[in-house]
Nanobody, 125 residues
């Protein structure tokens, strides 16, 4: 499975961006998908995750109510709509996918077997 993330860029505080992650290769609807982010000098942190059926979503407390994760299984694509952006949202954002059979917490990076290359999001105050 290959993941290609896009949609990052520069936004002002209070603005919006939408990230897109396109999956290719041997993809399955059974993958759970997620977004993580990593700011300079910090660890990679969980942002949001979505199960294959799209009915179960999970968010970090810091983004709940501002970010929305969604997916289109027909297009093998997952989205992260980011609203009310804050300067502390500045980071490189990575999309990730589990293997078709997986275990572990969605909040942990080690649960995800496949990673995209990252897209930079910069929020100015």
């Amino acid at each position: 499975v290959q993941l290609q993330a896009s949609g990052g860029g520069l936004a002002q505080a209070g603005g919006s961006l939408r990230l897109v992650c396109a999956a290719s290769g041997r993809t399955y609807d059974g993958h759970a998908m997620a977004w993580f982010r990593q700011a300079p000098g910090k660890e990679r942190d969980f942002v949001a995750a979505i199960r294959w059926n799209s009915h179960n979503t999970y968010y970090a407390d810091s983004v709940r109510g501002r970010f929305t994760i969604s997916r289109d299984n027909a297009k093998n694509t997952v989205y992260l709509q980011m609203n009310s952006l804050k300067p502390e949202d500045t980071a490189v954002y990575y999309c990730a996918a589990t293997a078709n059979v997986y275990s572990g917490s969605y909040f942990q990076a080690k649960t995800f077997a496949y990673w995209g290359q990252g897209t930079q999001v910069t929020v100015s105050s």
